[in-house]
């Protein structure tokens, strides 16, 4: 009995030991981030939403129940774990007292019932794992695997891990059931059949297998605990503070303001010297990156989602988190050292570990290949799938502001958008005087704002630079107007005082850029009086709903497939004209995943008569980036498939008469692919990309009589002015 207690307590404290040792050096390592008051801020605000949060994301696994499969084997291994909790009390009260039993309950039936279900529960969740993980092997799949980059010999020693705890577990359960010292008469089913097996064994036997088992159970838990905290498993314990910590309602939609030192940049007072521009070295994240990155399960769903890995590119956001999470890692004894002397005593790896550059290709040994940083096209699938909430497009944004503020290195043909933006105000740099054009030829006219909108203005209609500049979006933007003005909805346009929004400079990461169009456009909408905002662009959408507010311009924002849709379902606008073709809707990132606007668009398209929808495999949530976002519509994309080639790929599939969308950047980059597959022959010539307001428009025109007389049709299909 005091051999078991001496070796149980030498076991628990060593390991206890070594996990705070190695606790106290990750929380060291965080403290070297930046701080970030706002997170604390949030959470001290909110206690009731993170209350709701934390029991639906962790306790729930609501995101990791969207993978069914893997969710279920998930759930179970979890809630397994919560519930072997009591063994675990169970196991160090046998340690003291063979008959011990946890007070109060510790001879409940339905209690060893429970705990017996949840370790099958566990059993059955691991297999399901190791299926998976076979399966899904990078050896087998190679690139297409979900894990491939992951350390998956780290992953099959916790599954073995796993396996030894309910094994011992179950084994010594079995023993005492054969001693006569298991607390629970009925219900612990597993231990029941377990102590059948072992009762030809005799009294003697298991009573030495009862010791030698609950040492061995409690030696497989301390090692597998003190495991964790050296593994990418520490998500067990730091995934709900991640969770906690994370931005609300997620990661996606808004990008954040500069922040150096905790608080928001001022690039009036801001000093390169002392201030933080972006990051530019790995201390320069705060700790919740760091957080982040500790976090990783490694578990690949962004990397499966991410349209740059699926075409080919070096960019998988889970690779970037894991190679900032080992460079982090590896520099930390340098960040830890505390002074230049003892920096000088540290081994040369540790020391040229420190003097990498956080971007930069192989020849500089960069942490992040500039590859990689360049083709995130910001489209959110990354931070949709991640079920511990880490906020890849923040830094990878953070990242790409150090490039371009700091280091002026970015994509060289993405400067003539910036500096058109700069001094035309649109990325072509096609001036304010060309921005009403749009409107030539339309049979009403459309009201300029010029001082205050009246409140006979119901709408300031946000047309966006596309929407006023690029031939084909130009289309969608006077069907919308077409649609207002047929519906009665009273609307004006701000023309020569609209500007870009400013996300493309900030996508790219010119934050200075973006100020100033940003503080212009908000100076405009204020003097205005904007109140009410319908935008055709998502892009633009995202920018003045949410990021605006960042500057102190606070507007209900609409998209205009929602408005129009409301407009259909009030009466306002009555589709008649039948479109008898099969489409397929592409959700646009920056509307859908970034702004949850999935139903409108489908509900447009499913009131025009003769329209046979089609899905995508890959919609919703789900998406697929058409390869425009995250300023990549001004970069060149010179490795691997283009995205939007793949896109349309998957789109034929369908074999459509029309693909729709609702974005002027999705329908010229789908334009584009649709006109090279008619061109290779492999698209019908009849194939179109449309905005659902011109199909909507479509529909809404009365039809011309056969002989062209009458009164209908007045309108045929706008072209740009
Ligand atoms: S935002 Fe999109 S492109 Fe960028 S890393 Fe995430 S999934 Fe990949
Ligand atoms: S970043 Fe999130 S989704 Fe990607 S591997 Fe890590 S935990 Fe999984």
Known sequence: MVLRIVIGLVLTAAAAVVAARRLRWLYRLGRTGQPAPERIEAVREHPARD???QASEVFGQRKLLKWSVPGVAHFLTFWGFIILLLTIIEAYGDLFSRTFAIPGIGHWAWVGFLEDLFAVGVLVGIATFTVIRLRNSPEREGRESRFSGSHTGAAWLVLFLIFLVIATLLIYRGAQINTGVFPYAH???????VGHWLHPLGTGVNSVLEVVFILAQLAVILGFGVFVTYSKHLHIAIAPLNVLFSRRPNGLGALQPMRSGGKVLDFEEADPDTDIFGRGKIEDFTWKGMLDMATCTECGRCQSQCPAWATGKPLSPKMLILDL?????????YL??????????????????????????????????PDVLWSCTNCGACVEECPVDIEHIDHISDLRRHQVLIESAFPTEASSMLKNLENKGDPWGMGEARRLEWAEGLDFEVPVVDGPIGDDVEYLFWVGCAGALEDRARKTTRAIAELLHTA???FAVLGPAETCTGDPARRIGNEFVFSMLAQQNVETLNEAGARKIVASCPHCFNTLANEYPQLG??????????????LVEEGKLTPVTPVEEKITYHDPCFLGRHNRIFTAPREIMEQVPGVRAQEMHRCKERGFCCGAGGARMWMEERIGKRINTERIDEALGTNPDTISTGCPYCLVMLGDAVSAKKSSGEAKDSLEVVD??????????????????????TRSEPEPG
């Open 553 to 566: 311009g606070n507007y209900e924002v609409i998209h205009h497939t929602q408005l129009l849709a409301r």
């Open 488 to 490: 009665g909805v009273s």
């Open 325 to 333: 999470r080992d460079h982090a890692f590896a520099k930390a004894p």
């Open 51 to 53: 209350a709701e949060t």
């Open 187 to 193: 219900g612990a089913f597993a231990s029941q059949i």
């Open 336 to 369: 830890l050292a505390g002074t230049d002397e003892a920096r000088e005593k540290l081994p040369d790896a540790v020391k040229a570990e420190a003097g990498r550059p956080i971007v930069g290709d192989s020849s500089v040994n960069g942490v992040i290949d």
């Open 692 to 713: 659902v307001a011109q199909l909507l428009a479509r529909s809404v025109r009365t039809p011309v009589p056969a002989d062209g007389s009458g009164a209908g049709g």
